[in-house]
């Protein structure tokens, strides 16, 4: 799909913005002015991954919320709040987590009364448009593991028949990373009614606690692999 205006040109994909020699930072200022898709028109920036360039961990959500619109950084509202704990609980430190989304951009419906934003589930389409600035995020960061949250972020990582609630908390072998595991978006546990919502937490935090855990065995095996390759230098 192509519109030609005025302005702006919305080409179908972010591929047409992904500039040459990608890097993190060149890539975070091409995406501030991505039109692959329509929904740069309503919301007020591109939300683009924060994070290490060495990050062991990338965390994938679906999109940016009204807070991360506003200020620009992912994972900074109610949302980012409760991911924060769960990686505290986790012991998971996020200045060494990648974090970002399936889509950049704030995708919203207005509620005429209150001018509140609700958040839209964004399109098969507009996931497909943005998937190349995840793309080169994993390319470049090359995370041990990644953290799908929810069923938007998981399902463009993993294929359309992928269900979160059947495999969650699975360890998943994939062509992104060493392993890739799905959970729950933090939103979700926010929306569960108050007598689930304690529970819905617990999982939640029970999954980060997982991928923990995966981490200190991928980093031992690698610490083991080191000690060998340093062994067959000396002998
Ligand atoms: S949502 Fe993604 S593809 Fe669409 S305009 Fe924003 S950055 Fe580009």
């Given amino acids: 799909m192509t519109t030609s205006g005025a302005r702006t040109r919305v080409t179908g994909s972010a591929a047409d913005f992904i500039p040459p020699k990608p890097t993190l930072p060149r890539l975070r200022e091409a995406a501030a002015g991505c039109r692959g898709?329509?929904?740069?028109?309503?919301?007020?920036?591109?939300?683009?991954?924060?994070?290490?360039?060495?990050?062991?961990?990338?965390?994938?959500?679906?999109?940016?919320?009204?807070?991360?619109?506003?200020?620009?950084?992912?994972f900074v509202g109610p949302s980012g709040r409760l991911?924060?704990?769960?990686?505290?609980?986790?012991?998971?430190d996020r200045r060494r987590v990648y974090v970002t989304n399936a889509v950049k951009?704030?995708?919203?419906?207005?509620?005429?009364?209150?001018?509140?934003?609700?958040?839209?589930?964004?399109s098969a389409g507009e996931v497909r448009a943005c998937h190349p600035w995840l793309e080169e995020e994993i390319r470049l960061v090359h995370p041990r593991v990644i953290v799908a949250l929810g069923a938007t972020a998981a399902q463009a990582l993993l294929g359309p028949r992928f269900r979160v609630t059947e495999q969650r908390g699975k360890v998943v072998r994939?062509?992104?990373?060493?392993?890739?595991?799905?959970?729950?978006?933090?939103?979700?546990?926010?929306?569960?009614?108050?007598?689930?919502?304690?529970?819905?937490?617990?999982?939640?935090?029970?999954?980060?606690?997982?991928?923990?855990?995966?981490l200190g065995k991928s980093i031992a095996r690698t610490e083991r692999a080191e000690m060998t390759e340093r062994a067959e230098r000396i002998n």
């Fill in 37 to 74: 898709c329509h929904l740069w028109e309503h919301a007020t920036q591109t939300v683009f991954g924060e994070g290490p360039r060495n990050a062991e961990v990338m965390l994938v959500g679906e999109q940016p919320g009204d807070q991360e619109d506003l200020q620009g950084h992912p």
């Fill in 83 to 92: 991911l924060d704990e769960g990686l505290v609980a986790a012991g998971i």
């Fill in 105 to 122: 951009h704030f995708k919203f419906v207005r509620v005429e009364l209150t001018r509140r934003r609700l958040h839209k589930k964004p």
């Fill in 174 to 214: 994939s062509e992104w990373a060493e392993a890739v595991v799905a959970t729950v978006h933090p939103s979700a546990v926010l929306r569960a009614p108050p007598e689930a919502r304690e529970e819905a937490r617990r999982e939640f935090f029970a999954d980060l606690g997982r991928v923990a855990r995966l």
